[in-house]
């Protein structure tokens, strides 16, 4: 399930992609948009069927060494706790996403699929939490779900082979691949012994988040010459040239948030693009940000043009 955070992600991703490319057309823009966050679906659900790739790869290392000429003991009665883990099973069982992978046409058939997850699987072999989870004399679901977000956050998410994958799968993963992993590691939390598993919605409230994540990027496209000229007044004899087009395109959804966006506080805005400024621009954006945000809220609240519903939203 997308928040907010990562719409307003994903929203910077296409806007910097457009204005960077001088496109025209925003409705392109728009339907990109679409295929994008329709994309990062199809990677929540590719990685959520990657335990049970691992269980039958471990499956098939089991069956192999009980074929050798001469097995051992341990061949011929191998440690089955992790093909027998609570929460792979769960989710190897889970009608519901299967049905909806079925349905989306996201599966790991083919002999390449296999052999990558018999490499993946061999290379967890080797990792210390296998090995720990494999010797540990506890049992329980709760001991089953402590492995499985080691084991997702060492060797799945961490992936050279899946990075491979889905680098040539679409242009648009390998930006999504840290969002969708947060999704799944979400999905494992939540999962509770007994129950039926159900994959998490791509949004908490879709026709809201639909409208707010659509909106913002269509308005900040259409509003964008005002933009300009307001963050040019704001900036004291500093070209525009200069400042880092991250940033200039971060200004400018925080400026559409605070005209176009009445629930949404002015401090909640400020604070969202100060921090995804951290981590997708420079190191020291989130105080360019801080600094020409205040002064473009204090603009509008002095022009009124700045109209939020509910007490405490202009603050």
């Not at 900040?220 to 940033?247: G, H, P, S």
Request: negative net charge; hydrophobic residues 40%.
């Amino acid at each position: 399930m997308l928040n907010r955070r990562h719409l307003r992600i994903k929203v910077l991703q296409l806007l910097y992609a457009h204005f960077q490319s001088n496109e025209q057309d925003f409705i392109k823009t728009d339907r990109e948009l679409n295929v994008s966050l329709d994309r990062m679906y199809d990677m929540y659900l590719y990685l959520l069927l990657t335990f049970d790739q691992l269980v039958r790869a471990a499956e098939n290392k089991m069956d192999d060494r009980k074929k050798k000429l001469r097995p051992s003991a341990e061949d011929l009665n191998p440690n089955m706790r992790f093909v027998d883990n609570q929460l792979i099973n769960q989710l190897s069982n889970a009608e519901e996403l299967n049905e909806i992978a079925k349905k989306r046409k996201v599966n790991w058939l083919g002999a390449e699929s296999q052999e990558m997850f018999r490499k993946m699987f061999n290379s967890i072999l080797e990792s210390e939490a296998y090995v720990l989870y494999m010797s540990n004399g506890e049992s329980g679901y709760e001991v089953d779900r402590a492995f499985v977000l080691q084991l997702f956050k060492d060797s799945v998410a961490n992936s050279p082979w899946l990075y491979n994958f889905f680098d040539e799968k679409s242009i648009y993963w390998m930006d999504d691949l840290d969002l969708c992993c947060s999704m799944v590691l979400k999905t494992i939390k939540s999962m509770k012994p007994g129950e039926d598993f159900s994959p998490l919605p791509l949004y908490k409230d879709p026709a809201d988040e639909s409208t707010f994540v659509h909106d913002l990027l269509r308005k900040t496209i259409q509003n964008n010459v005002e933009y300009d000229a307001l963050i040019t007044d704001m900036v004291d004899n500093w070209e525009t040239e200069r400042i880092a087009k991250m940033d200039m395109v971060l200004l400018k959804m925080g400026m559409t948030e605070l005209l176009f966006f009445q629930s949404i506080p002015a401090k909640v805005t400020l604070n969202e693009y100060i921090e995804i400024s951290k981590f997708y621009s420079t190191p020291k954006s989130n105080i360019f940000i801080n600094g020409i945000l205040d002064k473009i809220i204090d603009k509008f609240k002095s022009e009124k043009r700045m109209i939020k519903t509910g007490r405490g939203l202009l603050d």
